[in-house]
């Protein structure tokens, strides 16, 4: 069977030179996860618009189920002989509205799209590809709360760190807002998380739902947001409890000094990060962590993670996410595994 998957438009003429780049990678990871990873997609231009096309006969329902949530398309059809375009149905259903990640705006907000992105090679490369059950998603720097918001999209639970307390109340007040607007069953409860070098953390933890029969049975979504220190990571989130790790690190665009041309300000973020991170995967887990490369060097990044435990994939398709994002800010994706 032929697949033609017609990717999203983007106003950025430039842009969409990289989002195609990612979408390859995305697709690839995500193939060779189920076992596809001989099928060749390629670019292929049908009425005008740009389709990856492939083709296999070994989809499952299952595979399907992942490959269709890909970020960037928008129509999936399988590819006729006489060149006509068949719709297949995706799976996009969710509990929460798709335009959680998107409504809130702030400046240095990341790209929704790219954020599923990384949460979907991060999900390919680990243990877990085949999970359709809901996995625990955390971002140890979570800023205003993007990537949790995507994870719960997707039906899993998620988990946030930020320093930044006025951040974290910002997120916390706009999916109040949001549960409500959309009439969801939810409840939220604040608290002083005890962390056990001394010290606590502020956490707001949230339960969501259809409505109240299935919050009685179950059948919920969960966020956690701890104001706190991501180097102490460990003291916050239970060892082993999460599955995945998505991250999109600060750019640095103003300055990221070296010290005597040794690791930089933003290295040291890493460094200090990295173990509390290894701590929380799961055995299998991944890990995926986006950077600018004009303040943050991959093989340090990725020297970084090794020195922590983690097992970097450096290996086609995961060995070069780098894309052109604005004027000073070029960014790259390294994606890890715990052993």
């Known amino acids: ?9 983007h106003a950025n003429v430039r842009y969409r030179q990289s989002l195609q780049k990612l979408a390859m990678i995305e697709l690839k990871c995500m193939l ?3 076992g596809m990873e001989n099928v ?11 389709f990856l096309v492939f083709d296999t006969d070994d989809m499952t329902t299952e595979a399907w189920r992942e490959i269709s949530r890909h970020s960037a398309i928008c129509l999936a059809a399988e590819l006729m002989e006489n060149g006509q375009l068949r719709p297949i149905e995706r799976n996009v259903q969710s509990l929460l509205p798709d335009d959680l990640p998107h409504v809130l ?3 240095g907000k990341t790209n929704a799209d790219f954020t599923y992105m990384m949460l979907h090679c991060a999900k390919a490369a680990s243990a877990f590809a085949h999970e359709e059950g809901p996995l625990r998603v955390l971002d140890p720097m979570c800023g205003k709360a993007t990537t949790l918001f995507c994870a719960m999209c997707e039906g899993n ?4 760190v930020e320093t930044d307390m006025k951040s974290l109340q910002e997120a916390s007040t706009y999916y109040t807002r949001f549960l409500k607007l959309h009439m969801l069953k939810h409840r939220t409860k604040e608290s002083s998380h005890t962390l056990s070098k001394g010290g606590n953390a502020h956490l ?3 339960e969501a739902a259809a409505d109240a029969q299935a919050m009685k049975e179950g059948r919920s979504i969960h966020l956690d947001l701890f104001n706190g220190d991501a180097a102490r990571l460990a003291e916050m989130v239970k060892p082993g409890s999460c599955h995945l790790i998505v991250s999109d690190l600060p750019y640095g665009v103003q300055h990221a000094p070296r010290e005597n041309g040794g690791m930089s ?3 040291r973020l890493v460094a200090r990060v990295a173990p509390g991170c290894v701590k ?3 055995k299998g887990g991944a890990l995926a962590f986006s950077f600018n490369l004009n303040t943050l060097r991959r093989k340090e990044v990725e020297k970084i993670l090794s020195d922590a435990g983690l097992e970097v994939l450096a290996q086609p398709p995961y060995d070069d996410f780098s894309h052109w994002v604005e004027q000073a800010v070029d960014r790259d994706v390294v994606v890890a595994r715990k052993p």
């Open 1 to 9: 069977m032929r697949y033609a998957l017609l990717l999203k438009p």
């Open 32 to 34: 060779s996860a189920w």
């Open 40 to 50: 060749e997609p390629q670019w292929q231009m049908l009425c005008g618009e740009p």
């Open 105 to 107: 705006k702030y400046k």
């Open 157 to 160: 639970d998620a988990v946030g």
């Open 204 to 206: 707001i933890t949230y």
């Open 265 to 267: 300000a933003l290295g």
């Open 280 to 282: 929380a995967l799961k």
